[in-house]
């Protein structure tokens, strides 16, 4: 079963449980807001362990490093370019725990179709 009604050609979003054409699905069966809403969150966590990431890169820099006074706009941008990158790996690793480690909706198993006895 493909979890695709072939009359109407929609299937329940795996995250929200809304009845949606196939088109607005992707692989996972996530409608569109639902995907930004996963971005959103997944954003907000990449930032918190970018500015963790960014932290240990200071300490190490401040305690096994010690550098000089001379260049410490240098160690100051590589601990904000460690934020930065920090970020952006912590929001994709997030992103992709909340897609595949999430339950779905109630009422919508994993093909998106509806679970027996509940209606959609």
Known sequence: MSGVSSSDETALCHR????????????LLWCAECRRKARERAALWGWGEGIVFGAFVAAYILLVIRPTDIVTSGWVATVLAAVWIGGRLGREITY????????GAPGADA???P??????
Do not use: H, N
């Not at 992709?96 to 339950?103: D, M, S």
């Open 16 to 27: 929200c449980g809304e009845r949606k054409d196939v088109v607005e699905l992707d692989r």
């Open 96 to 103: 992709g725990i909340i897609r595949y480690a999430r339950t």
């Open 111 to 113: 093909r998106g179709t």
């Open 115 to 120: 679970s027996q006895g509940r209606e959609a």
